[in-house]
């Protein structure tokens, strides 16, 4: 079945670091695929999305491209800040199966001052 | 934006007792909601979806008559523990969707924490 693979937390980076947090998937057909962040004591909130190959999704200076080539849909900022410290949880959506989300486990990021 | 408001935070309960999580859509109507289970250092795994006026639909796998999701309401949907074990503790999640947007605009709680004694 389909399935979302990422990397393992906690990830720990000094502030104005780069981050690069690892996503791939596992999926027939052509998913939709999220990055989804969860804050302290906040639910889920859908970060960025990409729907077709070559895609790029952006928002609060993250971005990720949608890499048919290697299923894989690496999340990436350049300089993180102390308020990006959360959980990301990656995920797909099957264009013809409405409604379920399949999640990866979710990476912590812990950004120090 | 959307707020899904989740209730309570924390339950701590005896086994054998029941648990009911509230989820609630403070400032749009949810025609359906979602149900969610987390356990550490595992994916948010769908348990059932649930519409409004009508009987939810779960997950291959997870026992319906143990957890019972009521609808009955476009605000409001409860999720019940009946006959609660330890092995049912776990981090609960639930989200909501506004009729007539896509799959991805689901909007979230904050999630309960069940632990069972």
């Known amino acids: 079945g389909d399935s979302v693979t990422q990397m393992e937390g906690p990830v720990t980076l000094s502030e104005e670091a780069f981050l690069t947090i690892n996503c791939t998937y596992t999926?027939?057909?052509?998913?939709?695929l999220f990055w989804y962040v969860q804050y302290p004591g906040e639910g889920l909130q859908l970060l960025l999305k990409?729907?077709?190959?070559?895609d790029k999704g952006s928002n609060k200076g993250f971005e990720a491209t949608y890499r048919k080539e290697t299923t894989s849909f690496h999340l990436e900022k350049g300089s993180v800040q102390v308020s990006d410290s959360a959980v990301y949880f990656c995920?797909?959506?099957?264009?013809?199966?409405?409604?379920?989300?399949?999640f990866g486990k979710g990476t912590r990021l812990h950004i120090l001052p | 934006g959307a707020v899904v408001s989740q209730h309570p935070s924390w339950v701590i309960c005896k086994s054998g007792t029941s648990v009911k999580i509230e989820c609630r859509s403070l400032?749009?109507?949810?025609?359906?909601m979602f149900w969610y289970r987390q356990f550490p250092k595992q994916s948010l795994m769908l348990m059932a979806t649930?519409?409004?006026?009508?009987?939810?639909?779960?997950e291959q796998g997870v026992e319906k008559d143990k957890f019972l999701i009521n609808h009955a309401s476009l605000t409001l949907s409860t999720l019940t523990v009946t006959s609660a074990h330890p092995e049912d503790s776990s981090f609960y999640i639930c989200?909501?969707?506004?009729?007539?947007?896509?799959?991805?605009?689901?909007?979230f709680g904050a999630g309960t924490r069940l632990s069972v004694l």
């Open positions: 990409a729907t077709k190959a070559d």
């Open positions: 995920a797909l959506v099957q264009g013809n199966r409405d409604d379920k989300i399949i």
């Open positions: 649930s519409n409004e006026g009508s009987k939810a639909t779960y």
């Open positions: 400032d749009f109507q949810a025609t359906t």
């Open positions: 989200s909501a969707r506004e009729p007539g947007t896509t799959s991805d605009i689901q909007y």
């Open positions: 999926a027939t057909g052509y998913p939709s």
